[in-house]
């Protein structure tokens, strides 16, 4: 079963608020990521993060950003949302890199973001 | 960049009939991962695939890697109501980073009882 959690899982905000999604897995995973998936829509990676104080962008282009201050915590901030940034946000960790023989990428439940 | 292509989008049945999905791409991926996600869930990992032709089976699931690594089959025999749910399928890339995983838009699947 997967340890990895993510708080809220939903939250109505207002236009220009700053928000910050959480996640922590305690796994000991090096690896972790953000998605972002709409209704019907795939899984876009939109942060990833080797380790500690490592962090990139992911193919879809977010304002959100990142920080890996610690190996068990990998949150997500918005500045100042807007209705565009309405989406369900996932949170994964694994050990290796993906694709690996063996490797499991473990996703959280998910925050549903929606900003009004 | 990498597409993979899903079909059917969405699929429902009857409890007890077998049924396929697909995952097809042009291009070249070194594994492939099928997950499925429950509505309101993360995606929970089925099974990864490495070997081109490789066929591996999880009790009434049986997923398939296509000869050239660009394709991919899930096949669910005897389906039963606790399968319902969506059905992605995720590449890594054969080159490059691996941790940028490509996913398709996943097939829903819904088993009526």
């Known amino acids: 079963e997967a340890d990895i959690y993510q708080t809220p899982r939903y939250l109505v905000i207002g236009t220009g608020k700053k928000i910050t999604l959480e996640c922590s897995q305690t796994?000991?995973?090096?690896?972790m990521y953000w998605y972002q998936q709409d209704p019907g829509m795939e899984l876009h990676l939109i942060h990833y993060?080797?380790?500690?104080?490592?962090?990139e962008k992911g193919d879809l282009s977010s304002e959100s950003t990142v920080s890996r201050i610690r190996t068990e915590h990998f949150p997500l901030t918005l500045e100042s949302a807007r209705p565009s940034h309405t989406s369900q946000y996932l949170c994964?960790?694994?050990?290796?890199?993906?694709?690996?023989?063996?490797?499991?990428?473990?996703f959280g439940e998910g925050s549903w973001l929606t900003v009004v | 960049t990498q597409l993979l292509e899903q079909s059917p989008q969405f699929l429902s049945i009857q409890e007890g009939e077998n049924l396929t999905v697909y995952c097809n791409s042009s291009?070249?991926?070194?594994?492939l991962q099928w997950y499925r996600q429950e509505p309101g869930e993360g995606p929970v990992l089925l099974v990864t695939?490495?070997?081109?032709?490789e066929v591996k089976k999880l009790k009434r699931l049986t997923f398939q890697f296509g000869d050239a690594r660009k394709d991919s089959s899930l096949h669910i025999t005897a389906a039963q109501p606790g399968d319902t749910g969506l059905y992605l399928c995720?590449?890594?890339?054969?080159?490059?980073?691996?941790?940028?995983?490509?996913f398709g838009k996943g097939t829903l699947l819904t088993v009526n009882p």
């Open positions: 995720a590449g890594a890339p054969s080159g490059g980073s691996n941790y940028k995983l490509t």
């Open positions: 994964a960790s694994s050990e290796w890199t993906v694709g690996a023989s063996g490797n499991t990428i473990y």
């Open positions: 993060s080797y380790g500690v104080n490592s962090t």
């Open positions: 291009s070249v991926f070194s594994s």
């Open positions: 695939v490495v070997t081109g032709g």
């Open positions: 796994m000991g995973h090096d690896k």
